[in-house]
Protein backbone atom coordinates (compact mmCIF):
# COMPACT_ATOMS: atom_id res chain seq x y z
CA UNK A 1 0.00 0.00 0.00
CA UNK A 2 2.77 2.36 0.89
CA UNK A 3 4.78 1.37 -2.35
CA UNK A 4 1.72 2.35 -3.86
CA UNK A 5 1.05 5.47 -2.43
CA UNK A 6 4.73 6.51 -3.35
CA UNK A 7 4.39 6.07 -6.67
CA UNK A 8 1.08 7.89 -7.56
CA UNK A 9 3.19 10.39 -4.98
CA UNK A 10 5.68 10.45 -7.34
CA UNK A 11 3.68 10.43 -10.41
CA UNK A 12 2.07 13.48 -8.80
CA UNK A 13 4.93 15.62 -8.48
CA UNK A 14 6.49 14.52 -11.99
CA UNK A 15 3.20 15.60 -13.50
CA UNK A 16 3.52 18.70 -11.31
CA UNK A 17 7.00 19.21 -12.50
CA UNK A 18 6.20 18.98 -16.73
CA UNK A 19 2.91 20.75 -16.14
CA UNK A 20 5.50 23.67 -14.61
CA UNK A 21 7.95 23.10 -17.10
CA UNK A 22 5.00 23.02 -19.95
CA UNK A 23 3.68 26.77 -18.23
CA UNK A 24 7.11 28.61 -17.78
CA UNK A 25 8.57 27.26 -21.42
CA UNK A 26 8.37 30.02 -23.79
CA UNK A 27 8.28 29.66 -27.44
CA UNK A 28 8.92 32.93 -29.08
CA UNK A 29 8.60 33.65 -32.69
CA UNK A 30 10.80 37.04 -34.13
CA UNK A 31 10.57 38.86 -37.23
CA UNK A 32 13.62 40.62 -39.27
CA UNK A 33 13.44 41.47 -43.04
CA UNK A 34 17.03 41.48 -43.74
CA UNK A 35 18.96 38.68 -45.48
CA UNK A 36 21.71 35.87 -44.46
CA UNK A 37 24.60 37.04 -43.26
CA UNK A 38 23.70 40.47 -42.82
CA UNK A 39 24.25 42.29 -39.34
CA UNK A 40 21.37 42.50 -37.99
CA UNK A 41 20.40 38.68 -39.16
CA UNK A 42 23.72 37.35 -37.53
CA UNK A 43 22.65 39.81 -34.47
CA UNK A 44 19.62 38.01 -34.03
CA UNK A 45 20.55 34.29 -34.43
CA UNK A 46 23.43 35.38 -31.49
CA UNK A 47 20.03 36.73 -29.40
CA UNK A 48 18.19 33.92 -29.62
CA UNK A 49 21.08 31.34 -28.86
CA UNK A 50 21.92 34.05 -25.99
CA UNK A 51 18.08 33.88 -24.70
CA UNK A 52 18.12 29.86 -24.69
CA UNK A 53 21.33 29.84 -22.93
CA UNK A 54 20.75 33.12 -20.24
CA UNK A 55 17.17 30.92 -19.65
CA UNK A 56 18.49 27.56 -19.58
CA UNK A 57 15.94 26.82 -22.38
CA UNK A 58 13.36 28.25 -20.49
CA UNK A 59 12.51 31.11 -23.33
CA UNK A 60 13.42 29.83 -26.90
CA UNK A 61 12.98 32.20 -29.55
CA UNK A 62 12.95 30.82 -33.47
CA UNK A 63 14.08 33.85 -35.33
CA UNK A 64 12.58 34.16 -39.26
CA UNK A 65 14.43 36.63 -41.45
CA UNK A 66 13.97 38.00 -45.11
CA UNK A 67 10.46 39.26 -43.86
CA UNK A 68 8.93 36.14 -44.73
CA UNK A 69 6.19 36.35 -41.93
CA UNK A 70 4.99 39.85 -43.66
CA UNK A 71 6.26 43.69 -44.57
CA UNK A 72 8.05 45.85 -41.46
CA UNK A 73 4.39 47.59 -40.85
CA UNK A 74 2.36 44.38 -40.26
CA UNK A 75 5.13 42.91 -38.35
CA UNK A 76 4.93 45.66 -35.62
CA UNK A 77 1.57 45.61 -35.60
CA UNK A 78 1.71 42.24 -34.85
CA UNK A 79 4.49 42.69 -32.28
CA UNK A 80 2.33 45.17 -30.71
CA UNK A 81 -0.74 42.82 -30.37
CA UNK A 82 1.33 39.30 -29.58
CA UNK A 83 1.01 36.93 -32.63
CA UNK A 84 4.86 37.91 -32.46
CA UNK A 85 7.54 38.17 -29.21
CA UNK A 86 10.33 40.39 -31.02
CA UNK A 87 11.12 42.24 -33.98
CA UNK A 88 14.20 44.33 -35.32
CA UNK A 89 12.55 47.21 -36.28
CA UNK A 90 13.94 50.03 -38.02
CA UNK A 91 11.83 53.09 -35.73
CA UNK A 92 10.52 54.84 -39.04
CA UNK A 93 7.84 52.97 -39.17
CA UNK A 94 7.31 52.68 -35.10
CA UNK A 95 6.72 56.83 -35.46
CA UNK A 96 3.68 56.95 -36.77
CA UNK A 97 2.48 54.50 -33.61
CA UNK A 98 4.63 56.54 -30.92
CA UNK A 99 5.26 60.29 -31.08
CA UNK A 100 8.51 59.78 -29.14
CA UNK A 101 9.79 57.38 -31.51
CA UNK A 102 9.56 59.71 -33.96
CA UNK A 103 11.20 62.18 -33.10
CA UNK A 104 14.28 60.39 -34.25
CA UNK A 105 12.83 60.79 -38.00
CA UNK A 106 13.16 64.31 -37.68
CA UNK A 107 15.47 65.25 -40.45
CA UNK A 108 19.32 65.90 -39.11
CA UNK A 109 18.32 65.88 -35.81
CA UNK A 110 21.29 63.59 -34.82
CA UNK A 111 24.52 65.06 -35.74
CA UNK A 112 26.20 61.84 -36.29
CA UNK A 113 25.95 58.04 -35.28
CA UNK A 114 27.76 58.62 -32.24
CA UNK A 115 25.27 61.40 -30.92
CA UNK A 116 22.83 59.11 -31.67
CA UNK A 117 24.07 56.52 -29.21
CA UNK A 118 24.48 59.13 -26.61
CA UNK A 119 21.05 60.26 -26.83
CA UNK A 120 19.79 56.58 -26.63
CA UNK A 121 21.54 55.60 -23.71
CA UNK A 122 20.37 59.12 -21.71
CA UNK A 123 17.11 60.75 -20.81
CA UNK A 124 16.29 61.30 -24.34
CA UNK A 125 16.21 57.19 -24.80
CA UNK A 126 14.30 56.11 -22.12
CA UNK A 127 11.44 58.75 -23.26
CA UNK A 128 11.37 57.08 -26.34
CA UNK A 129 11.26 53.91 -24.77
CA UNK A 130 8.84 54.18 -22.77
CA UNK A 131 6.45 56.19 -25.62
CA UNK A 132 6.64 53.05 -27.04
CA UNK A 133 6.22 50.73 -24.59
CA UNK A 134 3.00 52.41 -24.10
CA UNK A 135 2.22 51.35 -27.43
CA UNK A 136 3.06 47.55 -27.09
CA UNK A 137 6.81 47.76 -28.30
CA UNK A 138 9.10 47.84 -25.63
CA UNK A 139 13.04 48.36 -27.07
CA UNK A 140 15.11 46.06 -25.54
CA UNK A 141 18.68 47.11 -27.14
CA UNK A 142 19.65 49.23 -29.92
CA UNK A 143 21.44 48.46 -33.32
CA UNK A 144 23.33 50.55 -35.66
CA UNK A 145 21.36 51.39 -38.72
CA UNK A 146 24.19 54.12 -40.18
CA UNK A 147 23.01 57.15 -41.86
CA UNK A 148 20.93 57.15 -44.92
CA UNK A 149 21.57 59.03 -48.35
CA UNK A 150 19.85 59.81 -51.45
CA UNK A 151 20.85 57.66 -54.76
CA UNK A 152 19.17 57.43 -57.90
CA UNK A 153 20.39 56.38 -61.74
CA UNK A 154 20.41 59.63 -63.28
CA UNK A 155 22.55 62.42 -61.36
CA UNK A 156 24.09 63.34 -58.44
CA UNK A 157 21.90 65.22 -55.34
CA UNK A 158 23.90 68.53 -54.48
CA UNK A 159 21.34 70.55 -52.93
CA UNK A 160 17.92 70.32 -52.63
CA UNK A 161 17.09 72.01 -55.87
CA UNK A 162 18.14 68.80 -57.43
CA UNK A 163 15.59 66.86 -55.56
CA UNK A 164 12.66 68.91 -57.24
CA UNK A 165 10.24 67.30 -59.45
CA UNK A 166 11.93 63.58 -58.40
CA UNK A 167 9.88 60.68 -57.51
CA UNK A 168 11.52 59.67 -53.94
CA UNK A 169 11.06 56.18 -51.86
CA UNK A 170 10.29 56.85 -48.80
CA UNK A 171 9.60 54.59 -45.88
CA UNK A 172 5.60 55.35 -44.36
CA UNK A 173 6.19 58.14 -42.20
CA UNK A 174 4.72 61.32 -42.74
CA UNK A 175 8.09 62.82 -41.90
CA UNK A 176 9.90 61.51 -44.47
CA UNK A 177 7.11 62.37 -47.16
CA UNK A 178 7.71 66.05 -45.43
CA UNK A 179 11.24 65.82 -45.78
CA UNK A 180 11.11 65.09 -49.76
CA UNK A 181 8.28 67.47 -50.34
CA UNK A 182 9.85 70.41 -48.74
CA UNK A 183 12.93 69.66 -51.66
CA UNK A 184 10.17 70.37 -54.09
CA UNK A 185 10.22 66.32 -54.63
CA UNK A 186 7.61 63.53 -54.47
CA UNK A 187 7.56 60.94 -51.91
CA UNK A 188 6.21 57.80 -52.94
CA UNK A 189 6.03 55.25 -49.90
CA UNK A 190 5.95 51.75 -51.00
CA UNK A 191 7.41 48.65 -49.35
CA UNK A 192 11.38 47.78 -49.33
CA UNK A 193 11.04 44.88 -51.29
CA UNK A 194 9.28 46.57 -54.12
CA UNK A 195 12.15 49.30 -54.45
CA UNK A 196 14.63 47.50 -56.75
CA UNK A 197 11.70 46.33 -59.71
CA UNK A 198 10.39 50.53 -59.09
CA UNK A 199 13.97 52.03 -59.98
CA UNK A 200 14.54 49.64 -62.83
CA UNK A 201 11.67 50.32 -64.39
CA UNK A 202 11.12 54.09 -63.52
CA UNK A 203 8.22 54.27 -61.43
CA UNK A 204 10.39 56.20 -58.57
CA UNK A 205 13.49 58.55 -59.61
CA UNK A 206 15.30 57.95 -56.58
CA UNK A 207 15.08 56.15 -53.06
CA UNK A 208 17.25 56.61 -49.81
CA UNK A 209 18.90 54.17 -47.36
CA UNK A 210 22.35 53.55 -46.13
CA UNK A 211 24.98 51.91 -47.52
CA UNK A 212 24.72 47.99 -46.73
CA UNK A 213 20.89 48.16 -47.68
CA UNK A 214 22.13 49.97 -50.83
CA UNK A 215 24.59 47.21 -51.62
CA UNK A 216 23.04 44.08 -50.21
CA UNK A 217 19.89 44.66 -52.52
CA UNK A 218 21.48 45.15 -55.65
CA UNK A 219 19.96 49.23 -55.54
CA UNK A 220 23.13 49.97 -56.55
CA UNK A 221 23.03 47.74 -59.81
CA UNK A 222 19.90 50.42 -60.94
CA UNK A 223 20.72 53.36 -59.27
CA UNK A 224 24.36 54.57 -59.86
CA UNK A 225 24.42 57.74 -58.03
CA UNK A 226 25.15 58.03 -54.22
CA UNK A 227 24.72 61.06 -52.83
CA UNK A 228 26.43 61.72 -49.03
CA UNK A 229 23.48 63.99 -47.95
CA UNK A 230 23.59 62.12 -44.59
CA UNK A 231 19.95 63.67 -44.15
CA UNK A 232 18.53 60.66 -41.56
CA UNK A 233 20.39 58.48 -38.82
CA UNK A 234 17.72 55.87 -37.49
CA UNK A 235 18.30 53.36 -35.11
CA UNK A 236 17.22 49.86 -34.95
CA UNK A 237 16.01 47.95 -32.15
CA UNK A 238 15.44 44.37 -30.91
CA UNK A 239 11.68 44.87 -29.69
CA UNK A 240 9.25 42.87 -26.93
CA UNK A 241 5.66 43.33 -26.83
CA UNK A 242 5.33 44.69 -23.62
CA UNK A 243 2.97 42.28 -22.22
CA UNK A 244 5.19 39.52 -23.04
CA UNK A 245 8.26 41.15 -21.12
CA UNK A 246 5.94 42.21 -18.38
CA UNK A 247 5.01 38.93 -17.37
CA UNK A 248 8.24 37.67 -16.77
CA UNK A 249 9.76 37.63 -13.48
CA UNK A 250 12.49 40.72 -12.87
CA UNK A 251 15.17 37.78 -13.19
CA UNK A 252 14.22 36.53 -16.51
CA UNK A 253 13.49 40.30 -17.41
CA UNK A 254 17.21 40.72 -16.37
CA UNK A 255 18.49 37.85 -18.76
CA UNK A 256 16.61 39.24 -21.53
CA UNK A 257 17.91 42.47 -21.79
CA UNK A 258 21.11 41.02 -20.61
CA UNK A 259 20.64 38.61 -24.06
CA UNK A 260 19.80 41.71 -25.81
CA UNK A 261 22.68 43.81 -24.78
CA UNK A 262 25.38 41.26 -26.06
CA UNK A 263 23.80 41.07 -29.66
CA UNK A 264 23.72 44.88 -29.79
CA UNK A 265 27.42 44.86 -29.33
CA UNK A 266 27.60 42.34 -31.76
CA UNK A 267 25.59 44.08 -34.35
CA UNK A 268 27.17 47.57 -34.01
CA UNK A 269 30.49 45.47 -34.40
CA UNK A 270 29.64 43.90 -37.50
CA UNK A 271 27.57 46.88 -39.33
CA UNK A 272 30.91 48.84 -38.90
CA UNK A 273 32.70 46.26 -40.80
CA UNK A 274 29.83 45.69 -43.61
CA UNK A 275 29.42 49.85 -43.74
CA UNK A 276 32.79 50.04 -44.94
CA UNK A 277 32.94 46.93 -47.11
CA UNK A 278 29.73 47.93 -48.51
CA UNK A 279 31.06 50.91 -49.85
CA UNK A 280 34.22 49.38 -51.07
CA UNK A 281 32.15 47.12 -53.38
CA UNK A 282 29.46 49.73 -54.59
CA UNK A 283 32.39 51.73 -55.50
CA UNK A 284 34.10 49.15 -57.55
CA UNK A 285 31.63 48.87 -59.23
CA UNK A 286 31.01 52.00 -61.02
CA UNK A 287 28.56 53.75 -58.42
CA UNK A 288 29.26 57.43 -58.50
CA UNK A 289 29.41 59.21 -55.44
CA UNK A 290 29.71 62.70 -53.90
CA UNK A 291 30.05 63.98 -50.61
CA UNK A 292 27.90 67.57 -49.99
CA UNK A 293 30.31 70.29 -48.84
CA UNK A 294 27.64 72.23 -47.08
CA UNK A 295 24.43 70.66 -45.99
CA UNK A 296 23.17 74.07 -44.57
CA UNK A 297 20.52 74.27 -47.44
CA UNK A 298 18.72 70.99 -47.00
CA UNK A 299 18.63 71.73 -43.30
CA UNK A 300 17.29 75.00 -43.40
CA UNK A 301 14.62 73.25 -45.83
CA UNK A 302 13.48 71.47 -43.07
CA UNK A 303 12.26 74.17 -40.88
CA UNK A 304 8.21 73.42 -42.09
CA UNK A 305 8.83 69.27 -41.43
CA UNK A 306 9.96 70.57 -36.90
CA UNK A 307 7.19 73.56 -37.61
CA UNK A 308 4.62 71.27 -38.13
CA UNK A 309 5.68 67.66 -35.87
CA UNK A 310 6.23 70.82 -33.01
CA UNK A 311 2.79 71.97 -33.68
CA UNK A 312 1.21 68.32 -33.74
CA UNK A 313 3.44 67.71 -30.51
CA UNK A 314 3.93 70.55 -28.52
CA UNK A 315 4.53 67.89 -25.42
CA UNK A 316 7.85 66.74 -27.06
CA UNK A 317 9.17 70.22 -27.89
CA UNK A 318 11.60 69.23 -24.70
CA UNK A 319 12.65 65.95 -25.99
CA UNK A 320 13.71 67.70 -29.66
CA UNK A 321 15.83 70.42 -27.31
CA UNK A 322 17.53 67.34 -25.03
CA UNK A 323 18.64 65.72 -27.96
CA UNK A 324 19.95 68.67 -29.70
CA UNK A 325 21.64 70.00 -26.13
CA UNK A 326 23.04 66.42 -25.51
CA UNK A 327 27.07 67.22 -26.65
Known amino acids: MYRTFGRLALGAVTA ?5 SVATAADWRGWNIHTEGYPNTVAMERFAD ?11 LKMFHGGTLGSQPDAIEQVRLGGLQIGNFNLGPVGPIASEANVVSLPFIFKDV ?12 KAISDGMAAKGIMPLAWFDAGAR ?4 PDKPIKTPADVAGMKVRVMNNNLYSGMIAEMGGNPSPMAFAEVYQALKTGVVDGAENNWPSYESTGHYEVAGYYSLSQHLIIPECI ?25 AAVQRYLWTLR ?4 REKVEESGVKTNEIADKGPFQEAMAP ?6 AENPDLKPLVELIKATE
Not at 16 to 20: D, E, N
Not at 149 to 152: A, D, P, R, V
Open 16 to 20: LSLMT
Open 50 to 60: LLAEKTNGEVK
Open 114 to 125: GHMFRVLGGEGG
Open 149 to 152: SFYN
Open 239 to 263: CINTDTFNALSDDMQMKVKAAALEA
Open 275 to 278: EASS
Open 305 to 310: VYDAYL
